[in-house]
């Protein structure tokens, strides 16, 4: 961990203007799309600066690491440990909208206390923010349109509400929600009207291609161009409000994406075990010990009421389950563990860790596996969750005033990325688990 309140606050810019920031995360951009990321206009105007690979926090899903890119800590340090609440035998749990779940200083919060004003346009865990002056927050509802507005006006910041009512009719709801379109038309919006100091925007259209239709395929050739013309519209909106010259602009993605072979239902065999009781009807009842699928892995829950004998017996099976071949659990770490080597803590006994290629599910009927070749499989396609070392990176590219041009860096890691930014605003996190990415500044950040 590093005290962040170390580091040396960035001088005043040479040309003695004043220093915005715009974050666009392009959720699913791996190191590996950047050369195809190259031949794309705005990608590679932002590329031209410096970029280089971000290693993700534990657990490599979207909430915990958007909230490690404003707090600079991992889940240990600010809470988000997925991005769902566990909520045993609920089939839709409740995701991690509520900006008030963390339990670390964001880069808002010193923000506001600074003076500068801030916006966020489909940033996870931003609902209900105390600090954000324009919020309009990722949420919806899986009933439909016309409810997920209603719960996105209720989690929007008052002056984040005049925008989501200009804009309600560019949210798409085929399947799903669909919110590319209606975020970019937000985030141009509110930089030429309001023009704040810092807007974090949040485009998701690489990474549900990507879960739909597998990591490289047409889908997300196209997913990557629609994305381009959106962060196009974004600096032309930071021109039109004639404050381009002063704003440093990054891309930052989360994850990247492992190809799916098998689907796992790990509280299927809890079931079968006796660890979770059914009523009549097929739900739940009662439950001893709960498996809380986070992509390529699954937290391991006690109830909290469970004796020790209960938690032994939990325990041994799991042991049970990772010598078993048939059953496609590679490992399980403890809580301990994972803190020690990932910064990783929650509400729970361990992480079980699927080998490479399963996917963890919540549900608890049917089969306890199903395969990609099954007639009946019907769930993702790629998918993350996996250990942050594993795989392909994330990542990290800055371009503006205060950023070094042509640079190519090794690697950093996501926490990095937000000590950055509060450092290039001159702010800096009371306690950080990242530090400044000085390659990437034209002057470096100094540690005292």
């Not at 930052?252 to 796992?264: L, T, Y």
């Not at 389950?321 to 301990?336: N, Y």
């Not at 490479?356 to 009946?376: K, P």
Request: hydrophobic share 40%.
């Amino acid at each position: 961990m590093t005290d962040a309140a170390q580091l040396e606050r960035p001088a005043p810019a040479d040309d003695g203007e004043r220093r915005r920031l715009v974050v666009i995360s392009v959720d699913a951009m791996s190191d590996v799309d950047v050369p195809f990321a190259r031949t794309l206009p705005n990608f590679a105007r932002i590329l031209g600066g410096a970029w280089g690979s971000a290693e993700a926090i534990y657990p490599t899903v979207t909430y915990p690491n958007h909230t490690s890119q404003t707090t600079g800590r991992t889940a240990d340090g600010h809470g988000i440990y997925a991005n769902e609440k566990v909520s045993p035998g609920v089939r839709v749990p409740e995701w991690f909208w509520d900006a008030r779940d963390i339990t670390a200083p964001t880069i808002f919060d010193l923000a506001k206390q600074e003076g500068l004003t801030t916006a966020s346009v489909g940033w996870p865990v931003t609902g209900w923010s105390p600090s954000i002056d324009i919020a309009v927050p990722e949420i919806w509802d899986r009933a439909g349109l016309e409810p997920t507005l209603a719960v996105l006006r209720e989690a929007s910041s008052p002056r984040g509400l005049e925008y989501v009512d200009r804009h309600a009719g560019e949210v798409s709801w085929a399947r799903k929600h669909v919110f590319g379109r209606f975020n970019t038309s937000v985030a141009t919006d509110i930089l030429r009207t309001d023009r704040p100091d810092v807007l974090f925007v949040h485009l998701v259209d690489v990474d549900s291609a990507r879960h739909a239709t597998g990591r490289f395929t047409p889908e997300v050739k196209e997913a990557f161009e629609r994305v381009d013309g959106w962060i196009g519209e974004i600096l032309a909106a930071l021109e039109d409000a004639g404050i381009a010259e002063e704003t440093n602009v990054a891309i930052v993605s989360d994850h990247g994406h492992v190809e799916v072979g098998r689907c796992f239902r790990a509280n299927r065999l809890l079931v079968e075990r006796g660890f979770v009781r059914l009523d009549d009807s097929g739900e739940v009842s009662s439950w001893d010990a709960w498996v809380h699928g986070c992509g390529l892995t699954g937290q391991l829950h006690l109830n909290p009421e469970a004796d020790e004998a209960t938690r032994e017996k939990v325990l041994a099976l799991v042991d049970g389950w990772v010598e078993d071949p048939e059953i496609l659990v590679a490992a399980f770490h403890q809580l301990a563990e994972m803190r020690e080597d990932y910064g990783y803590a929650g509400p729970f006994l361990g992480v079980l860790e699927g080998t490479s290629g399963t996917n963890f599910q919540n549900l608890w009927e049917g089969r306890s596996l199903y395969g990609r070749f099954d007639e009946d499989y019907t769930f993702l396609i790629s998918q993350h969750g996996h250990l942050p070392e594993q795989d392909i990176q994330a990542v990290f590219a800055m371009t503006g005033p205060d950023i070094a041009e042509g640079v190519r860096f090794s690697r950093c890691t996501v926490p990095d990325e937000a000590v950055t930014f509060a450092h290039l605003l001159g702010l800096s996190f009371p306690e950080a688990d990242g530090s400044v990415v000085s390659e990437m500044l034209r002057v470096p950040a100094v540690q005292q």
